[in-house]
C-alpha cells in the first residue's frame, strides 16, 4: 500500500502487523508515535541485531511526508525482493484460506508464475508446507465438531470437501457414514483407489484400537483395515466407530460391501478373538476364510496364566515347556489341534504329579475356552497361512500415532489419514514398478522365522513315522519359535 510521497506498507506475518518500506530493500515495524511522527525500527531487530531506525513524519494537516533513515543498519544487506517474497506468500495462504479444493502444489504454483525467479527461489512448497496446512485449518468450523454427526454433516458440506481432499487433488478420503442397527453412528474413511485395492488384494488384516482415538466425544475406537504387498503394510479403509458391537462391524463391512460389489468376496481375513468382529466378517461375507491372530492367542494364554497365579511357575524348566507347547497348538492344522492337545495333556502328565498339578487349571483353561469352543478352534489355526499374526494392522496402528499426539484434534486426525494415504498410494506404483518402497516393511526376522516354520509345516505333512511323533516333534520345534511373543508379551502388544 502507498501511504505518500515514498511511504509504502504491507501486512506483516503476524496478524495485525504492518510493514513500512520506501523501497530501498530496508523495512521496519512500527515502534512508538511521538508528536505527530511514528518511529520504526527494523523488522531484523532481534534476529539480526540490527539498529536500524527510520521515522514517518507528518506535516500539520496529518498528510504522510516522508520516510527519513536515521540509524544505520547491520548484520544484513538490503533486500529488494522481501516485499514480493511476502506478497507471494500472502496470496498463497489467502487461498488456502479460502478452501479452494486444490492440492497445496497447484496452489502454489498458480501464484508462483506472476513473479520474478529471484522471489520464486524463496518461496516453495517445502518451505511453506507447515504454513498452508495452518492457513487451510484455520478456516475449517471452530470449535472441532464434538460428535461424529456433528463431523460427518461437515463432512457432506460441500464447502470443506477440501478437508478430505487428497494431497494430490485426485480423490477424496470421505467414504461416508452408517449407522448400526443400534443407532450409532459410524464413519469410514477410505479412497477410491484404495477401495480398488482392497477389491483385489487376497489378505486383509482387521484391527480396532483406541490408542490413536481423535478427540470427538463419541468415538469408541479407529478401526483399519490393511493388507501386505511384498512384505511391505498398505493400509487401505479406516473407520471412526461409536461402539465395538457385532452390530456395529456389521454395518462398517455391510458399507464396505456395497462400495465394492463382489469384489470383497473369497478373501482371507485376519483378526484378533474379537468375536464380534469376528462374527460380523462371517455374517457379512460368508465365503471368507476367517483366521485368528497367533499373537493375541498367545496373549491371551499368557494372561490367563498369570490370572492363574503361575508367573513364578513359569521358570520351572518343566512348566516352561509344557506352557510353550500350548501355545504352539495354532501352528496345527484345524484336523490336528484336539489330538495336539491331548498330546501335551500327556506330555504333562509324564512330567510328574507336581508338574501336572500346577499345570492342571491352565490345562483346563484351554480345553474350555479353545478346545471345546467350534468357532474358537476353527479360527484360532494358522497352519499354512502367509500370516500367522495381525501384526500388520498393529505396525500400522503405531505408524497412525506416531504421527498425531495422543488424542488429537480430528482435523489433525484427518490430516494424517491424508498423509499416509498418499504415501500408499507411491508405495502401491513402486510395488508395481517391482520397486521396493521405503518404511512399512517386515522385520527380516519375521520373514527368517517364516521361512523355518515353513520346513517344519512340510514335514509335519507327510511325517516319516506314526502322525502322534510328528505332532509332538512339530509342537517342540516350533514352540521354540515362538519365545519372542511368549517371552515379551506387552512388548508386542
Same mark, same amino acid.
Given at each position: ?61 496529518? !498528510? ?27 496470496? &498463497?495462504?489467502?487461498?488456502? !484460506? ?10 502454489? *504454483? ?53 478437508? +478430505? ?61 490393511? +493388507? ?16 465395538? +458391537? ?5 454395518? &462398517? ?20 478373538? $474379537? !468375536? ?5 466378517? $462371517? *455374517? ?33 524348566? $518343566? ?8 501355545? *504352539?497348538?495354532?501352528l496345527l492344522p484345524v484336523e490336528n489341534i484336539r489330538d495336539g492337545y491331548l498330546i501335551v495333556l500327556q506330555e504333562s502328565r509324564n512330567e510328574g504329579r507336581a508338574i501336572f498339578r500346577i499345570c492342571r487349571q491352565f490345562s483346563a483353561y484351554v480345553l474350555r475356552s479353545w478346545i471345546m469352543d467350534p468357532d474358537r478352534l476353527r479360527w484360532m489355526s494358522v497352519h499354512g497361512s502367509i500370516h500367522r499374526t495381525n501384526n500388520a494392522s498393529e505396525s500400522h496402528n503405531r505408524t497412525l500415532k506416531d504421527t498425531v499426539t495422543v ?17 500408499? &498410494?507411491?508405495? &502401491? ?12 516393511a517386515r522385520k527380516t526376522t519375521a520373514i527368517r522365522n517364516d521361512v523355518a516354520l515353513r520346513r517344519l509345516e512340510n514335514v509335519l505333512n507327510n511325517p516319516p513315522g506314526p502322525i502322534e511323533e510328528a505332532i509332538l516333534d512339530f509342537l517342540e520345534a516350533a ?15
Amino acid at each position: 500500500m502507498d501511504l505518500g510521497n515514498n511511504v509504502l506498507c504491507f501486512e506483516g506475518k503476524q496478524k495485525g502487523s504492518v510493514i513500512f518500506h520506501d523501497g530501498n530493500g530496508y523495512y521496519y515495524h512500527g515502534n512508538k508515535k511521538r508528536r505527530g511522527n511514528l518511529y520504526l525500527k527494523c523488522i531484523w531487530y532481534e534476529s539480526h541485531n540490527c539498529t536500524g531506525r527510520a521515522v514517518i513524519r507528518k506535516r500539520r494537516r496529518g !498528510r504522510l511526508v516522508i520516510l527519513e533513515h536515521l540509524n544505520p543498519h547491520r548484520n544484513h544487506d538490503p533486500d529488494v525482493h522481501h516485499a514480493d517474497v511476502m506478497l507471494l506468500r500472502r496470496n &498463497i495462504l489467502r487461498r488456502c !484460506r479460502e478452501l479452494e479444493c486444490l492440492p497445496y502444489k497447484r496452489i502454489v *504454483s498458480d501464484e508462483r508464475r506472476r513473479f520474478d525467479i529471484e522471489v520464486l527461489s524463496r518461496v516453495t512448497l517445502t518451505g511453506m508446507r507447515t504454513a498452508l496446512r495452518n492457513a487451510r485449518m484455520s478456516a475449517f468450523p471452530k470449535p472441532p465438531p464434538r460428535s461424529l454427526r456433528e463431523l460427518d454433516a461437515i463432512l457432506q458440506n460441500p464447502r470443506y470437501e477440501v478437508l +478430505t481432499a487428497t494431497l494430490d487433488g485426485r480423490d477424496n478420503i470421505y467414504a461416508g457414514s452408517v449407522s448400526d442397527a443400534d443407532g450409532r453412528f459410524h464413519i469410514l474413511f477410505s479412497s477410491e483407489r484404495l477401495l480398488q485395492t482392497l477389491a483385489t488384494v487376497t489378505w486383509i488384516h482387521g484391527d480396532g484400537t483406541v490408542k490413536i482415538v481423535p478427540a470427538v466425544d463419541d468415538v469408541s475406537q479407529v478401526f483399519t483395515t490393511v +493388507t501386505t504387498w511384498n512384505h511391505h503394510i498398505v493400509p487401505l479403509a479406516w473407520a471412526l466407530m461409536e461402539s465395538k +458391537t457385532e452390530v456395529a462391524y456389521e454395518a &462398517i463391512l455391510t458399507f464396505l460391501k456395497n462400495q465394492l460389489g463382489p469384489g470383497l468376496t473369497r478373501k482371507i481375513v485376519m483378526t484378533d478373538f $474379537e !468375536r464380534g468382529q469376528q462374527n460380523a466378517w $462371517e *455374517s457379512v461375507f460368508p465365503d471368507c476364510d476367517l483366521r485368528g491372530c497367533l499373537f493375541h492367542l498367545v496373549k491371551a494364554f499368557v494372561q490367563e496364566a498369570l490370572e492363574l497365579g503361575l508367573r513364578q511357575s513359569l521358570n520351572i524348566p $518343566e512348566v516352561r515347556r509344557i506352557f510353550e507347547l500350548y501355545c *504352539s497348538l495354532p501352528l496345527l492344522p484345524v484336523e490336528n489341534i484336539r489330538d495336539g492337545y491331548l498330546i501335551v495333556l500327556q506330555e504333562s502328565r509324564n512330567e510328574g504329579r507336581a508338574i501336572f498339578r500346577i499345570c492342571r487349571q491352565f490345562s483346563a483353561y484351554v480345553l474350555r475356552s479353545w478346545i471345546m469352543d467350534p468357532d474358537r478352534l476353527r479360527w484360532m489355526s494358522v497352519h499354512g497361512s502367509i500370516h500367522r499374526t495381525n501384526n500388520a494392522s498393529e505396525s500400522h496402528n503405531r505408524t497412525l500415532k506416531d504421527t498425531v499426539t495422543v488424542h488429537p484434534n480430528i482435523y489433525l486426525f484427518i490430516n494424517a489419514l491424508l498423509k499416509l494415504e498418499h504415501d500408499v &498410494i507411491t508405495d &502401491i506404483k513402486s510395488l508395481r514398478q517391482g520397486n521396493a518402497p521405503v518404511g512399512w516393511a517386515r522385520k527380516t526376522t519375521a520373514i527368517r522365522n517364516d521361512v523355518a516354520l515353513r520346513r517344519l509345516e512340510n514335514v509335519l505333512n507327510n511325517p516319516p513315522g506314526p502322525i502322534e511323533e510328528a505332532i509332538l516333534d512339530f509342537l517342540e520345534a516350533a514352540r521354540h519359535r515362538l519365545r519372542n511373543i511368549v517371552d515379551n508379551p506387552a512388548e508386542n502388544s
